[in-house]
């Protein structure tokens, strides 16, 4: 008979901090040798103790007086990473900031279908109001989008299932996949992804779900020239290419949030681009 000991109770809070499930967790003690009603006990448990002590505020790292601490970020080691259906290759890792550059991750196919499917439905793009929380049109943000629903269809359940396996983050964590269509000279200047502790806007955004702790942003195209994802702090640029796609994280367990993670859409300087983003948060949403 197992016991729940320190590394089970280690366990235990980070599945609860990351926002699993407590049916999963119940799953996978039973598999790794407690009896049932034992692991529903530790489980109860565990989220109990998360319901007494309030999570620490989300504060933004400050190179000078309190660095990021860069704790293990999920995604998987290796050169070729086993994400649901698909092998995806691993062509870049970066420790400050955390990022991983990846290929493959959508065919050429689910490229082109993706494009499809999302041309005729596109809005233009809008940015949050850090003082109201609303949704503001901005100058510098020129692109148009579309949101789609988690599990909207079968395509879009497939490559959410296999997101969630690549960046080995729980699927109910993550927001709707957004396709973003940006013309020639269409650009998105330097911002972060997370949203700003200190801006009274931000609680409406984090209400649900909690902070956004990493984004993926999948190309659908190869853009002739220009619109590489841009990261100024850090002085790295990923260039779009069809099927590929940048991996960042910017909160760690400390809900310490990264500024090197600063980053933005170059301009296109000829052609169009289109890309697929997934935002992640702390726990489950929507
Ligand atoms: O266009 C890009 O490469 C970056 C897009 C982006 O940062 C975002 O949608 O949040
Ligand atoms: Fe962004």
């Given at each position: 008979m197992r016991v729940v000991d320190a590394a089970w109770q280690e366990w235990l809070s980070s599945n609860v901090a990351r926002g699993c499930t407590p049916g999963s967790m119940v799953d996978?003690?039973?598999?790794?040798?407690?009896?049932?009603?034992?692991?529903?006990?530790?489980?109860?448990?565990?989220?109990?103790?998360?319901?007494?002590?309030?999570?620490?505020?989300?504060?933004?790292?400050?190179?000078?007086?309190?660095?990021?601490?860069?704790?293990?970020?999920?995604?998987?080691?290796?050169?070729?990473?086993h994400a649901a259906d698909r092998e995806v290759?691993?062509?870049?890792?970066?420790?400050?900031?955390?990022?991983?550059?990846?290929?493959?991750?959508?065919s050429a196919a689910e490229c082109a279908e993706l494009?499809?499917?999302?041309?005729?439905?596109?809005?233009?793009?809008?940015?949050?109001?850090?003082?109201?929380?609303?949704?503001?049109?901005?100058?510098?943000?020129?692109?148009?989008?579309?949101?789609?629903?988690?599990?909207?269809?079968?395509?879009?359940?497939?490559?959410?299932?296999?997101?969630?396996s690549l960046t080995n983050w729980p699927l109910e964590n993550g927001e709707?996949?957004?396709?973003?269509?940006?013309?020639?000279?269409?650009?998105?200047?330097?911002?972060?992804?997370f949203f700003a502790p200190d801006q009274p806007g931000s609680a409406v955004h984090t209400a649900q779900g909690g902070q956004r702790v990493a984004t993926l942003i999948i190309y659908l195209n190869d853009v002739a020239d220009g619109g590489e994802t841009v990261f100024p702090t850090a002085g790295l640029s990923v260039a779009a290419q069809a099927g590929g796609a940048v991996y960042f994280r910017y909160?760690?367990?400390?809900?310490?949030?990264?500024?090197?993670?600063l980053h933005g859409g170059a301009p296109v300087l000829a052609g169009d681009k289109w890309i697929m983003t997934k935002w992640m948060r702390e726990r489950a949403y929507g």
């Open positions: 996978a003690m039973v598999q790794a040798g407690f009896a049932d009603g034992e692991a529903r006990v530790a489980v109860h448990h565990a989220f109990d103790r998360r319901a007494s002590g309030p999570a620490a505020p989300a504060t933004v790292a400050d190179p000078a007086t309190n660095p990021y601490r860069y704790d293990a970020a999920p995604v998987a080691r290796g050169n070729l990473i290759r691993v062509l870049l890792r970066c420790e400050r900031p955390q990022l991983v550059v990846f290929a493959d991750v959508l494009i499809e499917r999302s041309r005729h439905r596109l809005k233009r793009s809008t940015t949050v109001n850090p003082l109201t929380g609303r949704e503001d049109v901005i100058r510098n943000r020129t692109s148009e989008g579309v949101w789609y629903r988690r599990g909207e269809d079968q395509l879009i359940a497939r490559v959410e299932r296999r997101i969630a709707g996949l957004q396709v973003l269509h940006y013309g020639t000279s269409g650009e998105y200047s330097p911002h972060f992804d909160m760690n367990g400390e809900r310490q949030l990264d500024p090197s993670t």
